[in-house]
Each structure stands twice: as structure tokens, then as C-alpha cells.
């Protein structure tokens, strides 16, 4: 059986998004009302300054990377897959996400989660000398039943935690890339896959559902019991265009009554705000964002880093745009530095440079009509670049915005560390068409886990291996 591809076909890709992107999406919940109040006139602040014991870039050292195990018939594969990762400290194990659902029935039973052992990574470029993974667990459908309205381009984390209330479970979050807001998004399963006993499903406040379904990790436990209540669990998501906010998001939950119990399905969950920049829905302007923001930007997984030398930071993996333009649109023919908008839609700013400002006008010609074979790519954010990124908060940051003295979107990255030159960017040759090809590939990372006893990070590196992930490692010291 073939390999089913990740994405939907292109003619169809392009029907939805023409169908559910020409005009605006109904409003979205308010923002918290400290972050309302701000007035688009207010400056940016500096980022507060560094609190002293972070992990630096020099503290990270790549050790290499392994391949995953399996084959290619969809939805038992890792191919097309990869969009969710966690760390098994009882099992010095991962758990990974398979071949993505499709919707429409393509694959109905997509995204199912394995467990796989770790080996010894190795540092070639040649994906042949890589180790691979064992199964310890194989495939298993353990959402079965459930996200079955969330099924068009899943945006899925999952974040293992073992804790005395509940024991071992799985917690996981779930989206869509057009994100209903009626439909809950998290909720947890077991461990033993053969028995997922899934439960939820939760909501996280009565936040944007494009802010809390694309990530997860767990916060340490002396940090979460000081400023988040005993919240041991962060969920965030960060959608290309600001829908949800204009950087990362970070949210602290937890699903669990006081007796361990999970708390009845439908139930929105009390939420602490760690990091929340403003929404592209609220204002068109670059405002209340990320320092070097791009409406491409896309930030796929996260970790909380802390060491044995008492060191900690906040970390966030995904695709930066870092081009001197971006745009709404489509990849030009003729070179990544020129622009290629979808002329056709015109109630946003399709353009923009690099420090936000509106293209000049000459750019918003187009270079297409956008018909299926007349455009060089799929219709998305573009941008004349992309890189793969590690950025870092510091966590004395989140813990300001947690306790009320600094705004959400306030804190910044102190540090960006560039992965590129360890990726392979190795996709199957029909896939460019979604993905982009030499500076304007995107989709370059996906999700990452944290072994935080041996301070080893993990990030899958998307369509390395062909159409699998393959899997970095590097230590933080």
C-alpha cells in the first residue's frame, strides 16, 4: 500500500482554504482583560533582564541523531507523521505520533501513537549511518472515538507525567488548522496503548483554541507549585497569520480533581497565563508580538529545561521566518526574493517587510491566479526565508507575568540558536509543492521531549527521513 501523503491533495487543500479563508473568521473569545486594555499606541518594552542562572547556547551540544522504525503503510507509519513527541522517564522511552489524519475518510484513524526505544545517536550525514529505534509499544488508535470534528490538518501534543494523584498517563491536546471554538481540546489516556482508557475531553479556560492545542510539556514541580498553583502542565500553540497570538503561547493546567480523578468531560479547566503576545484577530498592526515577529513563524514544540547545575530556561523549536519580506500567498517562480500574493484577497494586509511595515504596492500584483498547476506552491504564509530555530525565555519571566507584575506579552526570548546546519532536509520530491524548497522550505521541525534527569532534548526534524521524522538529540549541560 502506498504512502498516503501528510497533506490533503492540492486541489482539494486549495478548495477548503479558498472556502474558509477568503473572508475573515467569525470573532474570536476576548482576549484577558489586562491585554485589552493595552492601546495600539503603547510601545513595545524592552525585555526584562535576565535573571542570571539560564541555559546559554553554549550549554547546548548536538550529539546526533537516530532514525524511527516501521514501514510506510499509513496509519501504522511514522511517515507523515511526527506531530507530537514525549519523553517516558519510568521507560527511557518516547512516545511519537504516526501518519496524521486526513479528513473526509482518508485516513480516519491517523495520528495513532507507538513507543519506541532510544540508541545511541550518531552524528553522519548520511541518513544511512544513523541508528534507528526499536518499537516497545506499536501503533494504537488511542484517540479512538474522540477529536473526530478535528480532523482537517491536526495540530496535536502529548506530555507524559507520572504523578501521585493519577499515576503514569499520557495527557494530550488536540487541534485543527481551521480551529472551531466549541470544540473541546485536551484530555488524557493511559500509558499500556493496548488499553488507552482515554479520558477528557477538557477545555483550557475560555482561551482561544488556536492559543492551547499545538504543544505540551510539564513544568517543574517546586516552579508550579510557587506560581501556578500546582499546575503541573503547560499547553500552548503557535498558528502561522497571529490567530492565537503573535509569538508563542503558554498556558499552566491541570485536569485532575483532588482525588486523582479526571474532572468531568466539558469542563474548562482553571488556567494560569504564562506567555500570551496579541492576536492578529484584534488588530492588523505588528503590536504587543514577539521581538522580530513574521506571520509565518511557526513554534511546533517546547520544553522546560532545567540542569543539575541549577540552571533553567523555557524553550521553544519550530521554523522562523526571517526573510526580508513575508506574504499571504503563494512562492514566486522566478526567485525566493520576490513576492507572490494571492492577489484576490484584500481585507488584510497580505505583505508586509520585515520590520512589519506594509510592502509597497508594487507587491501586491500577484504572480498567479492561484487554479490548481498555475502556481508554483500551495497557498500559505511565505516568506524569502526560513530557518529552524531553538529560542529561550527566561522562566523569572513567566513567572512576573503569573503573578501579575509584567503583562502576557512581555517577555521575550533572550536567546535564538539556529539548527539548520544539523537538519537534512530530505523531503519526498512531491511534497515541495506544500513544503518550499531551498530558503523557503518550511515545516522544518516538529515536535520536542525533554529528558530532564539527563538533560537530553529531543526535536524531530520533519520529512528528513523521506517522509518520517528523524530524531536530534542534543545535551544541555
Known amino acids: 500500500m502506498p504512502i498516503t ?205 488556536y492559543s492551547v492545542n499545538g504543544y505540551m510539556f510539564d513544568i517543574p514541580v517546586a516552579w508550579a507549585d510557587t506560581y501556578t498553583g500546582g499546575r503541573y502542565l503547560a499547553t500552548g500553540r503557535m498558528r502561522d497569520g497571529g490567530q492565537g497570538g503573535m509569538g508563542p503561547t503558554l498556558f499552566a493546567y491541570r485536569p485532575w480533581l483532588d482525588d486523582g480523578s479526571p474532572a468531568p468531560s466539558g469542563t474548562h479547566l482553571e488556567e494560569v497565563t504564562l506567555l500570551l503576545y496579541e492576536n492578529a484577530y484584534n488588530t492588523e498592526e505588528i503590536v504587543r508580538a514577539m521581538n522580530g515577529y513574521q506571520h509565518p513563524d511557526s513554534w511546533e514544540g517546547g520544553a522546560w529545561l532545567t540542569t543539575a547545575s541549577g540552571k533553567e530556561a523555557v524553550l521553544f523549536a519550530g521554523t522562523k521566518s526571517t526573510g526580508d519580506k513575508y506574504w499571504y500567498g503563494y512562492i514566486n517562480p522566478e526567485g525566493p526574493q520576490f513576492v507572490c500574493v494571492d492577489a484576490e484577497v484584500v481585507d488584510f494586509p497580505t505583505c508586509r517587510n520585515a520590520d512589519g511595515s506594509i510592502c509597497p504596492q508594487e507587491d501586491f500584483a500577484g504572480c498567479c491566479n492561484g487554479a490548481a498547476g498555475e502556481c508554483a506552491s500551495n497557498r500559505g504564509w511565505w516568506s524569502t526565508r526560513f530557518d529552524a530555530q531553538i529560542i529561550l525565555y527566561d522562566p523569572a519571566d513567566l513567572a512576573k507575568v503569573a503573578t501579575g507584575q509584567i503583562e502576557s506579552w512581555q517577555p521575550q526570548p533572550y536567546a535564538a540558536i539556529d539548527i539548520d546546519e544539523f537538519l537534512y532536509l530530505n ?43 528523524i530524531v536530534h538529540v542534543w545535551q544541555i549541560k
Open 427 to 469: 523531503p519526498p520530491e512531491w511534497d515541495v509543492v506544500e513544503l518550499g524548497w531551498g530558503d523557503q522550505r518550511r515545516n522544518r521541525i516538529g515536535d520536542v521531549a525533554y529528558d530532564r534527569e539527563n538533560g537530553l532534548l529531543y526535536v524531530l526534524e520533519l520529512y528528513a527521513d523521506g517522509a518520517k521524522p
Open 5 to 209: 501523503k501528510r497533506i490533503l491533495p492540492l486541489t482539494l487543500t486549495l478548495l477548503l482554504v479558498l472556502a474558509c479563508n477568503m473572508g475573515r473568521t467569525p470573532p474570536q473569545p476576548e482576549l484577558a482583560p489586562a491585554m485589552a486594555q493595552q492601546t495600539e499606541s503603547q510601545p513595545q518594552p524592552p525585555p526584562p533582564p535576565i535573571s542570571g542562572k539560564v541555559v546559554n547556547p553554549a550549554d547546548i551540544e548536538y550529539l546526533g541523531a537516530f532514525r524511527l522504525p516501521g514501514g510506510e503503510d499509513p496509519p501504522l507509519t511514522f511517515a507523515y507523521g511526527g506531530n507530537a513527541m514525549t519523553f517516558n522517564p519510568d521507560n527511557n522511552t518516547l512516545f511519537i505520533t504516526g501518519h496524521d489524519r486526513i479528513a473526509y475518510g482518508d485516513v480516519p484513524d491517523g495520528d495513532q501513537v507507538a513507543e519506541v526505544s532510544i540508541p545511541e545517536p550518531v552524528m553522519s550525514r548520511n541518513i544511512e549511518d544513523l541508528n534507528t529505534a526499536e518499537f516497545v509499544q506499536n501503533f494504537a488508535d488511542v484517540t479512538k472515538g474522540h477529536f473526530t470534528e478535528l480532523e482537517e490538518i491536526p495540530k496535536v501534543g502529548i506530555q507524559y507525567l507520572n504523578r501521585p494523584e493519577t499515576g503514569p498517563k499520557i495527557h494530550i491536546a488536540w487541534g485543527q488548522h481551521l480551529q472551531p471554538q466549541d470544540v473541546a481540546s485536551h484530555g488524557w489516556f493511559n500509558p499500556t496503548l493496548t488499553n488507552p482508557d482515554f479520558q477528557g475531553t477538557w477545555f483550557v479556560g475560555n482561551q482561544d483554541l
